[in-house]
């Protein structure tokens, strides 16, 4: 199953001001593929949050990513600004959220990948280093081949703005933590992570969720 992956840094903090502080954590972020049974498909590293589009190859796969990824670039980022042990670098855990690897997946992708030109941080989103929209034209090993098929022209597709219809659906997902695909697949899924908290009931939350949502 693929997954919108997303972690935001506690109190806004600017987590990525510099060049080198992006560079170091996509070098990071490369290497916690590297080392992770995981397909990496997209990815944007905003100021303050960051964006993943993935899918594990193995039971557990994305809790392990993304504990070492966190935790390795929070411990980095803390000791870089002499702030060791003076509170949490990000917000709380990070949001796992199922998406169809359909329509819906084209959709995230360009969601992720159009972020910088929402904000008004370059004039066309491609102009960005800093996420999968760069990293595929320069043909980076390390991401993924995608799902469903890339569309051609999928830069200028990615610079079009996106509906208001759509970007609500994304954002509804975001908050709520619903998967993202059509209503009879999302109830599939919900019905599976029912039937396994009954089952897996006196297991930890998160690993009961990581169980079902990573077959």
Known sequence: MVFHVLNRSAKRTVLFEKPFEYRAFVTLLEKAVTRSPIALFAYCIMPNHWHLVLAPKTDGAVSGFMHWLTTTHARRWQDGHGLTGLGAVYQGRFKAIPIRDDRHFLWI???VERNPLRASLVSRAEDWQWSSLRGHRERSEWLAEWPVARPSEWDAHVNLPQTQA???AIRHSIR???????????????????????????????E???SVLEK
Do not use: I, K, N
Not at 180 to 193: I, P
């Open 109 to 111: 992708c360009r969601y």
């Open 166 to 168: 759509e970007l609500d």
């Open 208 to 210: 009961r969720l990581d």
């Open 176 to 206: 709520s933590g619903v998967p993202f695909g059509d209503e009879v697949w999302m109830r599939q899924v919900q019905a599976s992570l029912r039937r396994s908290t009954r089952r897996a009931h006196g297991r930890p939350r998160s």
